[in-house]
């Protein structure tokens, strides 16, 4: 009996090391399935916030056109190359056709980005039209996640704003 009492306390000192083995292969497993779900998160969170800055985009145009019919000193019928403007909560707004131009100066400060903070601010021309390119300031390619827009050509026309998003 005394040597089974022995060899009972001795065993219980520690893991074998098939238990060990197990559980190795067990964390393998679970690394391997939730991985590529926290790799993605990125990528994710790069499409949200364009798609929040595309609302973002969709109310201010609206916003500003709204705040330009309304006022006396804001005329709707100018194009971009006048000094048509309007001042929006203190901030100085460049304006075409009554809608805000597609420039820093214009939509940008409309919804209140600036390049190089958290966004790449260039220009593009696609199928005729002009306008600003808005993408993440980001470490990887971002050549298939931005938003367009383009500002008004008439005084009927609508600006128009283009989303990109499947690269992010």
């Known amino acids: ?6 060899y009972a306390r001795k065993s219980s000192y520690g893991f074998t090391l098939i238990e060990l ?9 679970l690394a391997v399935v939730a991985a590529p779900n ?6 994710d969170a790069y499409s949200a916030n364009m798609r929040g800055v595309s609302g973002a985009i ?8 709204s705040a ?4 006396a000193d804001c005329d709707s019928t100018i194009p971009a190359g006048s000094s048509n403007l309007i001042i929006v909560q203190g901030a100085s707004i460049r304006l075409a056709y009554g809608y805000p131009r597609d420039t820093e ?8 980005i600036v390049d190089g903070d958290d966004f790449e601010l260039t220009r593009y021309t ?4 002009d306008g600003l390119r808005i993408r993440p300031a980001a470490d990887y390619s ?3 996640c931005e938003i367009r827009y383009s500002e008004p050509q008439s005084a009927i026309d609508l600006p128009l704003v283009e989303s990109d998003l499947e690269g992010c």
């Open 1 to 6: 009996m005394a040597i089974l009492s022995r």
């Open 21 to 29: 083995v197990v559980v190795i292969i067990i964390l393998g497993i």
């Open 38 to 43: 926290f790799i993605s998160l990125k990528e």
């Open 58 to 65: 969709g109310s201010a145009k609206e916003l500003v056109h």
């Open 68 to 71: 330009c019919v309304i006022r």
């Open 105 to 112: 100066a214009g939509i940008a400060r409309a919804i209140n």
């Open 126 to 129: 696609k199928a005729g039209r």
């Open 142 to 144: 971002v050549n298939d």
